[in-house]
């Protein structure tokens, strides 16, 4: 699952009328990276959930063919947040485990790396602490546990697997998928991943830039 329903408030004006996984990056929309590195691994179907200008998004995309993917939508009419987002598409999801990729995160992860068996209720992609989040989110234990701990945190990269379970228990609307993560990982349930490679969070229209000019010219974020 790709997450695109997003206003994009830090984008705008770039936003007012392009939904920000369209924004153009290195000649092609942010979200059509995603695609193109999920078709690269092996995935076949994926579902996008969309909510501001989000008819623009399938009208773009359409059946995701042209990648040798199927692709599925989950309209929201108004944004349900990261974990209503999931929550309101698990139909399409399916009963296993599922890859979700935050669309406004760029990255060169080799989604392959990802296919293992998932212990427990959720398996996070974890990054060094960019500048604009130096506090980190989660501690990843020598074991590969993610802990609550408040030393020593990484980032979550916005990209994870899940398993419905996960979601045992909510109920439709609007609603963050961290308190979640968070109860989870106090019981036990969550796994994680150290990347090192390159990853931004494209969240503001300079970072968009930054990943554009090292895609162009070698010269960007180093991840």
């Known amino acids: 699952m790709i997450l695109a329903a997003g206003r994009g408030e830090r984008m705008r004006p770039l936003t007012d009328h392009t939904p920000k996984p369209l924004l153009p990056v290195a000649g092609r929309p942010l979200i059509v990276h995603h695609l193109e590195a999920l078709a690269r691994s092996g995935v076949r179907e994926v579902v996008i959930n969309h909510a501001w200008l989000g008819e623009r998004i399938e009208a773009a995309l359409g059946d995701g063919g042209r990648w040798g993917l199927r692709l599925h939508y989950s309209p929201e009419g108004q944004a349900l ?21 935050n669309g406004d995160v760029w990255t060169d992860l080799d989604y392959r790396s990802l296919r293992h068996p998932l212990p427990g209720l959720a398996h996070l992609v974890l990054v060094p602490n960019p500048d604009h989040h130096p506090g980190g989110d989660f501690f990843l234990d020598p074991a590969g546990r993610i802990t ?8 979550f990269s916005g990209i994870g697997v899940y398993r419905p379970e996960l979601f045992a ?6 609603f963050p998928l961290a308190p979640l993560l968070r109860q989870a990982a106090a019981a036990g349930q969550v796994t994680g991943t150290r990347f090192q490679g390159r990853w931004m969070d494209v969240g503001t229209p300079e970072r968009l830039a930054a990943v554009e000019r090292w895609l162009l010219t070698g010269d960007g974020p180093a991840r």
Not at 81 to 101: K, M, R, S, Y
Not at 148 to 155: E, S
Not at 169 to 174: H, K, L, N, S
Request: charged letters at 10%; aromatic letters at 6%.
């Open 81 to 101: 947040e990261t974990g209503g987002g999931i929550f309101n598409a698990l139909p399409l999801l399916g009963d296993g485990p599922f890859l979700v990729i």
């Open 169 to 174: 228990g909510c109920e439709p609307g609007a």
């Open 148 to 155: 609550n701990h408040p030393a020593g945190r990484l980032t």
